[in-house]
């Protein structure tokens, strides 16, 4: 089976731009997750979206915004950016049914640096 | 926000020798699940252990949970240079068990 693919896996925005990434999930997975992750602040939860519904949602502005399309392949967004917003995003899928045996696994990231 | 602390922060053995590394958490859990990333690139997903379970063993690791004490901790035995990586603790829990929160990790370098 093929794992989690992120595109693009490097992407330089200025500030002020919008930017959008992409995740597309394990086959047969139907949860995907969004983190973040900054040497600062660590792994944080951005969303998680199941069966194209947003079922949980972190501690991050508007700015950030996430959807999810029939074939469960995830898009997040980031208006508006600042200098903050630069780090790597992790995206992960699950099958997203049972809660205690639920493991996710990851995709290699997209590295956002805003000038 | 970080769900809890990782013990150490780093840690530097040679070949062949034990690593252990210890996470503590804050609130019930579903389960807890240990990750391996390798300089900055995706997190490998190592072993996933319920809060019903108290230990867990998968090749080279195992994994232990004491829910009293909200702490678990992770054993690579043998360790070998391809372990070098930092290794990340995650829960979810109770309430959103897809919302996992992740310790600060460990900086495991395994010396040749």
């Known amino acids: 089976k093929a794992g989690v693919t992120q595109t693009p896996r490097y992407l330089i925005k200025t500030r002020g731009q919008q930017v959008t990434l992409s995740c597309s999930p394990i086959?047969?997975?139907?949860?995907v997750s969004w983190y973040q992750q900054t040497p600062g602040q660590g792994l944080q939860f951005l969303f998680e979206?199941?069966?194209?519904?947003?079922?949980n949602k972190g501690n991050f502005p508007g700015r950030f915004s996430g959807r999810q399309f029939s074939n469960s392949r995830s898009e997040m967004n980031v208006s508006t950016l600042e200098l903050g917003d630069s780090a790597l995003y992790l995206c992960?899928?699950?099958?997203?049914?049972?809660?205690?045996?639920?493991?996710?696994?990851f995709g290699p990231g997209t590295r956002l640096t805003v000038l | 926000s970080q769900q809890g602390e990782e013990d150490p922060q780093a840690l530097s053995i040679q070949e062949g020798e034990n690593a252990t590394m210890n996470c503590s958490y804050k609130?019930?859990?579903?389960?807890l699940q240990w990750y391996r990333q390798n300089s900055g690139r995706g997190l490998v997903h190592l072993i996933l252990?319920?809060?019903?379970?108290r230990e867990k063993h998968s090749g080279r690791l195992r994994v232990t949970l004491d829910t009293s004490k909200k702490s678990s901790s992770l054993l690579i035995t043998a360790s070998r240079a391809a372990d070098t990586a930092s290794y990340f603790c995650?829960?979810?829990?109770?309430?959103?068990?897809?919302?996992?929160?992740f310790g600060s990790g460990t900086q495991l370098t395994v010396l040749p």
């Open positions: 979206y199941f069966s194209e519904t947003q079922r």
């Open positions: 086959s047969g997975h139907r949860s």
């Open positions: 995650a829960t979810a829990d109770s309430g959103s068990a897809r919302q996992l929160t």
């Open positions: 252990i319920r809060s019903n379970e």
């Open positions: 609130t019930s859990i579903n389960n």
């Open positions: 992960a899928s699950s099958l997203g049914v049972l809660a205690s045996t639920d493991t996710q696994y």
